[in-house]
């Protein structure tokens, strides 16, 4: 197997050529993606100041000339003893957990029907999935904000029917949170279960009834576990973004829903205590990575202990 | 049988309406006469006409709509030829880290990368004097830089689909790498760069966290209109801005659709 990339070296062009390739994303990436963490790292070991850029740096020439380096492991020793960063950490993994859940739920027998159904039908039922995908974030959520309000839709219909004789406070609440978090995700949910499930052997579900087994048994038998790659799929796309939603809470939640990225943006715009919210930038970043980073490298693991 | 397939096609009608009625209501709403957002007082377009009239919206539609077209534009570019480091170029010096910072901005939470734009931004600006103002450039600059990596995924994974064969009979009978990449590889993945570009063009007009960061005085975008005004409460003219927007998207999704599905029919055909 020889690349069409890598036997380049015959001559001086060609080699220019790769190189050129390989430099300009590089280049970029280097100079618009590492070095703006490096900075954050940075900042998170200096100390806040009244002045622009607020923190003090991280070279300071002293008299005689030479440079020596201040950093500081308060913002971190804050964000330990101080327990909102602590419960607000919980509150995000436990909102986006939750809602990840509850879509699971949602999406797998939609996933489910979508792959069963006729050709035709199902190519359209999938635009159906894709088209809000594509439809802004922002006015998605927004529109739950009309549907949720008291005086809103559902509310009026729910009095209407007469189900309730009070409105409901849903508006500003972690309710509204969790709805507005499916609502956005499902998407991302549905589709990599439904890639999953068309995959499915049809002959595999044949042959577990023609054996005897009940629809139910053959469900929880023969799909669940084939299907487990597309769940732990879907539920990944859905959870890592939702820890650290700002948009949603923003809208949606009330005062005492505490989501990371929210109080990330406050920290940074309102209080302008900048070390801090890199402090909490860089803790988040290390909460998210190393679960990503065990998971690969388990994935990784598993075909030699198999094999 | 039928016990599952009730319980399979209610579960798809609820779903369906979950993810519709929202849209739904904020189109019907858009032609509500009252200013009370959630009390109808009759069909009317004045929001629509409100909307038009608004310069705030209509610069900041503009602003969007030409970071969207420049920063898609590039990040397809530069994502195409990352996508293209990743599947044919197997071992090169600092691959591992290349690869970590393609899939690294697909995790990373908006806010941390919007924040750690803005701080770069910053230092850079005391380091060196550039950029002098955040605004469109520091904008386009981040959307680049995190649309590119979606691009390349897309690109990476159409290229490990197609048979490499083509290529290796055309470096075989002597063509230079460069001639074989303009003439075989770009055509084949074309279609693949298309959708990645929509994809970079979606993602940037739909971006308010890192456009928050990143902006500077003067520049709005139209998401940072949009949460400005709906952070305050409803606001009638958004739902008819909503509505067309809507429309633009569902007409796009459709006729990429169709396509899609002409060609899937044509090569069945032949």
Redesign the interface.
Known sequence: ????????DNSF??RL??NT??A???L???L??????L??LK?SLADPIVAQ?PFTPLFQESENGSFSIFTTFDNYLYLFQDSLYFITYLSSVKLAFISTILALL??Y??A???A?SPQPTR?I?L??????F???????V??????L?T???LN?FLLWIGIIDQPLELLYTDTAVYIGMI?SY??FM?LPLYANLEKLDVRLLEAASDLGAK?WEVFKDVTLPLSVPGIIAGCCLMF??A?????IP??LGGADTLMI?RV??DE?FLNRD?PV??AV?IV??LL??LP?VYFQKKQNEEPLTES | MN??ST???S??C???A???I??L??II?SFNDSRL??VWGGWSIRWYIELLNNENILNAALLSFRIAAISATVATI??T??G??LA?????K?RL??TG??A??L???????G???L??F??LQ?LIGWPSQRGMNTIT??H??FS?AYV?VIIQSRLTEIN?SL??AA?DLGA???R??WDI?LPIILPAMVSGWLLAF?LS??D??ISS?VSGPGATTL?ML??SK??L??APD?NAL?TI??LL??I???IA?WIM?RQKQSKTIS
């Open positions: 197997m020889s690349g069409l990339l890598i036997n380049l062009r060609d050529w790769k390739i390989v300009i994303p590089y970029w990436l280097l618009f993606f590492l070095a703006p963490f900075i954050v900042i850029p949602i999406g027998p939609i489910y029907g979508i069963r190519n039922l635009l159906m999935v894709v088209i809000p594509w439809i802004s974030f922002l006015l998605r927004y529109a739950w904000m009309g549907i309000k005086k809103g839709l009026g609502y499902l998407p549905i629809r890592i973004p820890i650290g939603e700002y948009v923003a809208l990225g990330l943006f940074f900048w919210a890199s930038a988040l970043v998210l990575v990503i | 016990q599952r319980f399979i096609f579960m798809l609820f779903g369906f979950f993810l519709y929202p849209i209501l904020v709403y957002v959630t530069f994502g030829m990352a293209l480091i044919r170029l197997r071992a090169f600092g880290l290349f910072m393609i690294a901005p995790v990373m939470p908006e806010v941390i990368t924040l750690a734009l701080l770069f910053v230092s005391n600059i981040a680049i830089t590119m390349a490499e290529e290796e470096l230079r790498p460069a074989v990449i590889t979606t007009l739909d308010l966290v960061f998401p949009i949460f709906v952070r409460g409803i958004i909503a927007l809507i998207v569902t796009g999704v459709g659709g599905h």
